[in-house]
């Protein structure tokens, strides 16, 4: 059976189904058919979820502390047992920003990177030999962008690259990637010697994948409806771009924002989540530049596709559609190509989804 983690919004962000926390599923990698295992209640919309690379750790952020107190957002700490599969929380630390939106955790498991749009600010954690978050340091941002939702700054996620030596920090709100060396000393982490890289005036960077040999990066840009890609130097951590796609729009829809960017495991293809043309477009990766080739769109089967997580062999993904309280189910096939299985996972306002286990 393969377990799976799903974070959602309890708050009814966007006029959703408010959800009740975290779900922990199983799902039979035969027929498809899900069962749900258990419902991890009192949290403030863990909406996004990351697995620690070695220890049985799933990490979930919260927007905000508590019901009275959204200055700061959480970082919750949760073991996945054996026994039925459940997931007990273990630890909790303030993030030092409010509308905690992202985490991420470095290969070796030791750093872990929160991003707090409201507080407009990241928060650098180093964890304990279980997992557990102890010192913490952040470093805020100022500045504006070119568009009225930009009046400030948005850093919307935090990206470790495969050796864990720097980290990648999407911006919404100043159009840039901030880049930083991840440091052994007391400080955590620090701006690089090549600190930023900017994308087009009013793009707005959300979340970036990274290829599995770390030659290239591709950032989802939210407000004009685009991805750039990014070639990075070995050496340097400094990136440069190599092309900007713009989404083709979904029946002539105003609306085109990508939310979430993943490749999968070889670095063959690029997948982005399109809300408001409710797609995933499909792309193939240029081994040599870096380039892409549109392989087409695929429906996302519900509203407002937030999130996508593909399992560890790549044959299944899961599509979280917050606004039609449900998370697709797809298979993959060799060329990278993704079909609807027909099959659901029902859950309200889901905005994040992990497979556990394979």
């Given amino acids: 059976m393969i ?43 863990p909406s ?25 957002g959480a970082l919750t700490t949760m073991l996945i047992g054996t026994a039925e599969q459940q997931l007990t929380m273990v630890d909790r630390a303030r993030t030092g920003g409010g509308s905690t939106a992202h985490v991420g955790i470095s290969p070796a498991g030791t750093r872990a990177a929160v991003a707090n749009p409201m507080g407009r600010s990241i928060g650098v954690f180093r964890l304990d030999d279980k997992g557990c978050p102890t010192a913490r340091v952040c470093f805020e941002f100022d500045g504006v962008g070119a568009l009225p939702r930009q009046s400030a700054p948005w850093p919307h996620s935090c990206w470790f690259d495969q050796t864990g030596r720097r980290m990648f920090v999407c911006d919404l709100g100043l159009d840039q990637i901030s880049i930083y060396d991840v440091t052994d000393g ?60 713009a989404l083709a729009h979904s029946g002539g829809r105003a609306v085109c924002q990508p939310a979430e960017i993943v490749t999968d495991r070889l670095g063959h293809n690029l997948y982005v989540t399109v809300r408001g043309c409710e797609t995933i477009a499909m792309f193939a990766i240029d081994p040599g530049s870096g380039r892409l080739t549109n392989l087409g769109q695929v429906r996302c089967g519900g509203n407002t596709p937030r999130h996508m997580a593909l399992g560890a062999d790549d044959t299944l993904a899961l599509v979280c559609n917050q606004l039609s309280d449900q ?20 859950v309200p306002s889901p905005s994040c989804a992990v497979f556990l286990s394979d």
């Fill in 3 to 45: 377990r799976i983690a799903v974070g959602t919004f309890t708050d009814g962000f966007m006029g959703g189904t408010p959800g009740q926390g975290l779900y922990l599923f199983e799902l039979d990698p035969v027929d498809l058919a899900v069962r749900h295992v258990q419902t991890v209640p009192g949290l403030q919309s």
């Fill in 48 to 72: 996004y979820l990351a697995r620690h690379p070695s220890l049985p750790i799933l990490y979930a952020v919260e927007r905000r502390w508590s019901e009275s107190d959204a200055e700061d």
């Fill in 186 to 245: 007391a400080d955590l982490a620090r701006p690089a010697q090549f600190p930023r890289a900017q994308v087009c005036s009013g793009a707005g960077p959300r979340h970036l994948a990274l290829t599995p040999g770390g030659r290239f990066c591709y950032v989802a840009n939210e407000l004009d409806g685009t991805v750039c890609g990014f070639a990075i130097a070995p050496d340097r951590g400094a990136l440069s771009i190599i092309e900007t796609i």
């Fill in 327 to 346: 998370i697709t189910i797809f298979a993959r096939d060799s060329a990278g190509i993704l079909t609807d299985t027909g099959r659901s996972i029902a």
